[in-house]
């Protein structure tokens, strides 16, 4: 009798396509999209988070608290204090200014910097040319080496800015000729992609010699760079301990990733309630677009209801091939619907640089199909058991 | 002769939306012997076709016994009812409730489905039901793509296959013309010799005159029955339009 029954229900099903089809669409939407919005969010924060890692783990930013009035620039005796610990520290100074190449100019953030910065800043890598030398250092040459957006601000993509010279202008009115010699490469995924950084590096002699007003040996800020096999919590505190011991502890303040990182976490949070939220209503539109459907035939459905009493059909035959129709149309509208996202999100997830991975919980697959198996089920068993219960005449003379 | 029908004092009273009561049958008793060929007659709106829902199971009494094949229907349960409908009563609605979206032959299986007949076996059945009603050739056609006269013999057939030995037609030649309806009548004619019991509803005296009896109903209830002195006969050809 239950094959019979799930003979009936398919042949009702294919007896009015239209209804079927049109039913299948509300769950096909319904979990497509809760599937689609509540993985995409998933897979943004993943994506991010895993940038945000590759270019921040391992690394400190110590700045000076300048609103405290007894704070006092680094100085290289800090430098030296800190440096005994397995840890890279960048000697770097940074001034904002004007750059000019012919008629185009653009105001640029100018670091003077070491030349070790290169092995140092783990996501600094060249586009084309090189970073300065040790020379360089030495001799204090006149040479710039540019952010991928400072290059594209004053040459485009046709000039080769290798070679070429460049005018910066401070705010005291001096300026300074300096050689490109390199063009770094934009940093990766999403970072670089929101990120406008125009900005170039020299040498941090050559910056003590031409930026008016800095005094040699006196940081603002301190990059650090933990070596990749220590614990950087571990090393965070150690630098806090010296930093404490020589200077103070409400001088200055050290920005993680972590920081970063959970400022973030709250966003993706929101942004995940508001996809998800976004996916609830889909999911009530794909099951008020069930309940229409069932609604309009349950006239006809009724009357069918009906008949088959009339003929010898037992109520729980009837709700029998009712609830098999429902759970044959979600279950296959819901395979559908899982099947759809997963191929838009490895569409999505292959279009955009920094989505790195497909992620689909399968609570949220679960979920989906859950709700509109029920709302199926419900919708189509519920009219079904309410035409089962009156008499055969009762529900044959329904209108 | 054994009685297949003993209906008792039933009433039926339906009840309007507003609260307003209709007594659709008010105490009617009437008995049919195993075996008769009756015409139940009487003006619009007397209680025919709620007398014959009733006496097919379709619908319960508001009171009173009812008793087929010597059982009582009133103590049966749903389910019950559903296999007695299955088992015992063909019934043949005025509008043929034929679905619409299955074939003729599938419309005809139907009933047999629900007694746990074999696909096969049913299709089987279902041809032969088919054929003795003169259909064979329009098998797989659809309620919509079939005549009047061919929707009203579907809907016989589909009465006739599960062999039931009580037949219930209201007005089953009500829709068609007369050529077609006295085709009908020569069908039925073939299903009394059988020795099926049958009771059918109509408005035409030249038709009720086909039978045996004719039941007259008047306000809810049996005002006369009357033996039929000079019976016609019909003879079924097949020749349905
Ligand atoms: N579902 C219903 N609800 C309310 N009243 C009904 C219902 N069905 C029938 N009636 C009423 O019951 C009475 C008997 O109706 P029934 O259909 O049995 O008459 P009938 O003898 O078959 O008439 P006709 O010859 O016109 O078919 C009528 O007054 C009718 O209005
Ligand atoms: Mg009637």
Redesign the interface.
Known sequence: ?LL?NV??AL??LF??RLRSVLTLLGVVIGVFAVTTTISMGAIATAGITSELQDFGSQSLFVVVDFDNPQAQRFNDDDIEALSRLPIDILQQQSTGGEIRFEEESSSISLNGTTANAAEVDRTLELDRGRYFSQADEKNAAPVIVLSSDASQELFGDTVDPVGKEVAVSFGDGSRVFYTVIGVKKRIGGALGAFANDVSGDIPLTTFYNDVPGVTRGEYDFLPITIDLDRNANDIEAQVRAILDRRRGSDTYTIQTIEGALSLFNTITRILQAVLGGIGAISLLVGGIGILNIMLVSVT?RT??IG???????????ILQQFLIEAVVLTVIGGLIGVLLSIGVLYLIVAAVPFLDRVIISPAVILMAFGVSVITGVIFGVWPASRAANL????A?RYE | MENVIEARDITKVYTLEGGLEVHALRGLDLKVARGQYAAIMGPSGSGKSTLL?ILGC???PSSGSYQLAGQEVSELS??EL??I???RIG?I?QSY?L????TAL?NVA??L????TS?KERLQIATKSLERVGLSSRMDHRPNQLSGGQKQRVAIA?ALA?DPDILLADEPTGNLDSKTGVEILGLFQELHEEGRTILMVTHEEDVAEHCEKIIRIKDGRVEQVQEVEQRRLAEFTGAIP
Do not use: H, V
């Not at chain 2, 489905?113 to 746990?116: F, K, L, P, T």
């Open positions: 009798m019979e003979k009936t042949e009702a007896g009015n006809e009357r069918e008949l088959r009493k009339a003929l010898g059909a037992k109520r729980g035959t008499s055969p005449i009762e044959l | 829902q379709l619908d319960t749903e389910d559903s296999e409908r299955n088992k019934f609605f409730n679905l619409p979206r299955a599938q139907l009933p489905m629900y007694r746990g696909a589909r599960t």
